[in-house]
């Protein structure tokens, strides 16, 4: 509905950038609902949760591009490239 609303294809061309802090249990029902809406591109972290073995990793890349996250200057670059 959102994509609708902006007169777009899909939610992820709109310009809002999602980086999921990884501390508590409840990152895990906030990550699952965003890739639940298609949302592409999340990153996360500082660490990677424990249950998420190589092979997970490996599609939750491929398929959804989730990517860790890096330096607070890395990320800022990569979530809002040349606004810094």
């Not at 592409?40 to 990517?67: C, T, W, Y």
Request: no cysteine; proline share 7%.
């Amino acid at each position: 509905k959102l994509a609708e609303a902006f007169n777009l294809d899909d939610v992820n061309e709109l310009p809002i950038a999602f980086n999921i802090a990884w501390y508590e249990q409840k990152a895990v029902a906030v990550l699952l609902a965003l890739l639940s809406l298609g949302i592409r591109n999340i990153m996360l972290g500082p660490r990677l949760p424990a249950f998420v073995s190589p092979g997970v990793l490996d599609v939750l890349v491929e398929q959804f591009g989730l990517q860790p996250n890096s330096t607070v200057d890395e990320d800022m670059e990569t979530l809002l490239p040349g606004r810094r």
